[in-house]
């Protein structure tokens, strides 16, 4: 999510005096003199300058002068809050001016409060992130949906709107934006912003490798250590093949340490055990979601999708993991519709709903 980073320093540019002649200052030459100094130096000088400045100041223009330029010195040092401090006493600052300094100074009441007074879109923005910074995800949401109602919806506010909604435990709103995201635009980047958020989030293992088959579909495996990880599950998870396809195609850049190399043994070994074993195992429903795995790791999709389907129709503990992978087979398979009837078909009580509701999105796209 993109913040309001140090846009107050570049507002304040604007502020520094023209402090060349006096006639453009129109300050006295002690004033005058100090506020050139303050310009040109930085650090303790520069702030001994602007409180030379401020005891030669007599006129409230002078004074309202060098509180301009002492709010632009202590921008440049990174002292934000003495900033917004120094131009508000001055008394020529505007509420979006402060308001940006306090947001850079961490002090996000103050910086809301004089966001509202000032309005505008750039201000709504500053009064979402302000919440998101201050956990008030409600706020946030409230304030990016305002943000959409009155300039249309644009990808980098559905985006945090999103964010802000996921963050607020609303579900169903968070995928309901995600659902208009990825239909604006389905490309990897898009995707990998809702991926990476989601890999943060604890889950059951069939669910992370359900997530990585995700990641790998929408071209976000790219991370080695995303690779080894997929690898894993997919083996424990008995989808050797998948895990076996995934280590060759990755080839060297999971580096030559032992470890990469014993992960890719265990998964070339249970890869040609559990294909010689495929037919034998789809026989049972006891043992059908494992003849899916060997099917889909063999790429013979529709067999993967059969098998998961008799796995999923036995019940079970394990019956909305299968479905997923039912679904996942489908869309491999090319059967976008069948896949997205199988997703809706999971149940919420197994921690697989919501990585089902994104391989439906995702279903979504492809027909």
Known sequence: MKLVKHLAGVALLA????????????????????????????????????????????????????????????????????????????????????????????????????????????????IAQAAIKQGHYAEAVGAYNKLIASNGPRPQYLENLAGAQYKSGDKKAYLATTEKLIRVDASPARWQTLLVELQKTQMRPEAKLALFHLMQATGNLTRPEDISEFAKLAIVGNQPGVAQTVLTKAGGSLGSDPMTAKLAQAAATRAQTAGANAAKLAASPATAAQAGGAYLGLEKYADAASAYAKAAAAGGPDADSAKVFEGISQVKAGSSAAAKTTFASVGDTAGMKDIADLWKLYASTKG
């Open 15 to 126: 502020l520094v005096p023209l402090l060349g002649t006096p006639a453009a200052a129109a300050v006295s030459k002690a004033v005058g003199t100090a506020l050139n100094q303050a310009a040109k130096s930085s650090g303790g000088a520069a702030i001994n300058a602007i409180n030379a400045a401020k005891a030669a100041a007599k006129t409230p223009e002078e004074r309202a002068k060098v509180a301009q330029m002492a709010a632009y010195v202590y921008t440049k040092a990174g002292q934000y809050g003495k900033a917004a401090e120094e131009l508000q006493a001055g008394g020529t600052a505007t509420p979006s001016q402060l308001a940006k300094l306090y947001y850079n100074a961490g002090n996000y009441t103050k910086a809301v409060a004089l966001a509202k007074q000032a309005g505008g879109e750039e201000m709504t923005i500053l």
